[in-house]
């Protein structure tokens, strides 16, 4: 890699600019992309670095701040303290940056860092409930997937013999639990406590020619009294493929029907816990009933080593698969298992012209690996395996910072390619519903616009009514190169500028680990460009968007 401190990008950083040599790194990639605005740059003044490490917070990794003294104090994300919140980080980086704070904060760091409620929490306040005791289930990090659960699990034995354990009695030890005591939901309202919903309806939005298999999906609530307002997102329990659970009680040869619980084994296979992927227990679990070589590999696997370069790929029945001819005793099995966890997705509708029911937009996750058909278990459940007027267990999770602006005449901008166009289907809805008079742009992307053009009368319906005043398209693959939202939000950049100049609230839905991204560039981009601003400017432009709830993402 060029050295970043070579690099012409790296003089618009001051000498005394608190980065370290991984930052200075990152901070030149983002700059690479704004090359085309770099004239008349000189550098970063030390106000727009800290705007840039607030707007990006989360993206670049930031400079230890003085804060960062080791002691356990407010710290919180949003301030410069929590360089490792960006979903693109890999762990050992997050880690890497953690290294010397609280044990606290170095939990935190261990999280997925997409802060989607999937665990009930935001990944700070997890991390919290886990160093107070509060939270005893270290397995609940969806995007952060067995290695958070296995740092937590390391992190939470050093809890035993820290300092700040022994030290309950202490006003300030106590101060982070206060923030996360959970007070008992109501019906529907958390993941802790579900409401039971019923499937009305699917309906296939992408046609035939598509590499993608995404559903229109509707619930209806009547019988659980749920609400929910337009930018939540709504929980849904799945239940495991019963061909998957079938071949797994093969695996470990025992009958279906064998008592687990107040259950039978089949039973809790399809609803009660996770097939995919095989939980660290497991494999300790497979080295106490097997021998010789075997046994070394499933201790390796159960550390998190990957002795024979599979790991990745080991569901639990490929797991047993692994080790053919294992009979562990069923209940202890089903015990070394993960629970199965419930699935987000936003939602797509507006309570208030569609009452008593939800919608969801619903990517079907499918792959396969050596040859077996893997299924993503809530999308596929969602896609096929509920029937419409099965009972689904279901409930909202309140959308934090992503809602529509309190001013109905306040303009809006929406960026959602593929599943993304989700929240902004609910806010066209709301503001048709509530007649607002502020005017709707939104940017919709995805790979073939004759077979991958969601909601596309719809979308049409609503520009020749006048509540979608611009729709702006982009398809990535039929054209001889990619081209996307971004590119499109380029091409129209100066009326974008008009339409934020003019007060617009800009929003972006989807993929996390690089659209969301590529997004901010284009937008920090365009307000240099055409607000005529040098890139420090636009960068403390757009973070202050975000400071002031104008620019807000739903991401994952
Ligand atoms: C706030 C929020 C809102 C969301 N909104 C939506 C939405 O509107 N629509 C939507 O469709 N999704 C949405 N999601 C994503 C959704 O929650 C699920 O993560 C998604 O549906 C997959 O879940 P699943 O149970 O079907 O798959 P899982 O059983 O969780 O399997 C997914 C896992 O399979 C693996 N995998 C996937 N593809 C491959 C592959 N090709 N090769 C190898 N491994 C692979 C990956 O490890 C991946 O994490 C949202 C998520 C959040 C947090
Ligand atoms: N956890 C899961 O298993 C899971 C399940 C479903 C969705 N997701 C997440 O949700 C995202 C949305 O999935 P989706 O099926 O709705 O659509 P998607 O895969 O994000 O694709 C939508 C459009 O975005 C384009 N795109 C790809 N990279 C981009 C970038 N850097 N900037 C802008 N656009 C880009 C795609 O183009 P090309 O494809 O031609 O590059 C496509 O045209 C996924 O990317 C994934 O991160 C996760």
């Known amino acids: 890699m060029t050295s970043p401190s070579r690099s012409p990008i790296a003089r618009l950083l001051p000498e005394n600019a608190p980065f370290t040599p991984e930052q200075r790194d990152w901070l030149s990639g983002f700059f690479a992309g704004l090359m085309s605005i ?3 740059v000189t550098a970063l003044s ?37 360089p490792w919140h960006d979903p693109s980080m890999p762990l050992p980086e997050r880690m890497k940056l953690a290294d010397g704070r609280p044990l606290r904060r170095q939990m935190m760091a261990a999280m997925g860092q997409q802060d989607c409620g999937q665990c009930g929490y935001t990944c700070e306040d997890y ?49 982070p639990a206060a923030a996360v005591v959970k007070v008992a939901a109501a019906p529907g309202r958390s993941r802790d406590n579900p409401v039971a919903a019923r499937l009305v309806s699917r309906t296939r939005l992408s046609k035939a020619r598509s590499a993608k298999e995404t559903w229109h999906i509707e619930l209806d609530l009547a019988q659980s009294g ?236 609503m520009m020749a009514m006048g509540v979608l005043t611009r729709l702006s398209l982009a398809w990535s693959r039929d054209g001889e190169q990619k081209f996307y939202v971004q590119d499109r939000m380029r091409e129209v950049g100066r009326d974008l500028w008009a339409w934020l100049a003019e007060g617009a609230h800009i929003y972006v839905c989807g993929d996390a680990k690089r659209m969301a991204k590529d997004v901010e560039l284009a937008l920090v981009d365009i307000v240099s460009q055409h607000g005529v601003r040098k890139v420090d400017e636009a960068v403390a432009f757009v973070a202050d968007l975000k400071k002031k709830g104008r620019y807000q993402q739903d991401v994952y």
């Open 38 to 40: 770099e004239e008349g």
């Open 46 to 82: 030390p106000e727009a670095s800290s705007a840039l490490m607030a707007s990006l917070q989360g993206g670049a990794p930031q400079a230890k701040g003085p804060a960062d003294d080791g002691h356990d104090g407010d710290d919180h994300v949003g301030d410069d303290g929590a």
């Open 127 to 175: 991390s919290s409930a886990i160093f107070a005791r509060k939270e005893e289930r270290l397995n609940l990090c969806v995007p952060g997937g067995k290695e958070t659960t296995r740092t937590l699990k390391k992190l939470f034995d050093d809890l035993g013999a820290s300092p700040a354990a022994t030290a309950k009695a202490s006003p300030a030890a106590a101060e």
């Open 226 to 461: 749920l609400d929910y307002v337009v930018g939540d997102a709504f929980g849904i329990f799945p239940a495991n493929d019963p061909a998957l659970a079938d071949a797994i009680i093969r695996a470990i040869g025992a009958p279906a029907d064998f008592p687990v619980a107040d259950r039978m084994l089949r039973e809790v296979l399809i609803d009660g816990v996770s097939l995919s992927p095989a939980p660290d227990m497991l494999f300790q679990l497979i080295s106490y009933v097997t021998g010789g070589e075997r046994r070394q590999k499933a201790k390796a696997l159960a550390s998190g080593g990957d002795p024979d370069g599979d790991a990745e790929t080991l569901d639990v029945l490929a797991a047993l698969e692994k080790f053919p001819g294992i009979r562990p005793d069923p209940e202890a099995f089903v015990e070394a298992l993960d629970p199965l966890q419930p699935r987000l997705y936003s939602i797509a509708s507006s309570f208030k012209t569609n009452p008593g029911r939800v919608a969801l937009t619903v990517d079907a996750v499918r792959y396969a690996i050596k040859g077996r058909g893997r299924l993503g278990v809530a999308s596929t459940y969602l896609a096929e395996r509920a029937e419409p007027g099965d009972g689904v267990r279901v409930y909202v999770q309140k959308a934090s910072g992503f809602g529509l602006p309190a001013d109905p005449s306040v303009p809006v901008i929406m960026i959602g390619p593929g599943t993304g166009i989700a929240p902004f289907r609910a806010f066209l809805h709301e503001r048709m519903a509530t007649k607002a008079k502020g005017r709707n742009w939104l940017f919709f992307g995805h790979q073939h616009r004759d077979c991958d053009f969601f909601y596309e009368d719809e979308l049409s319906g």
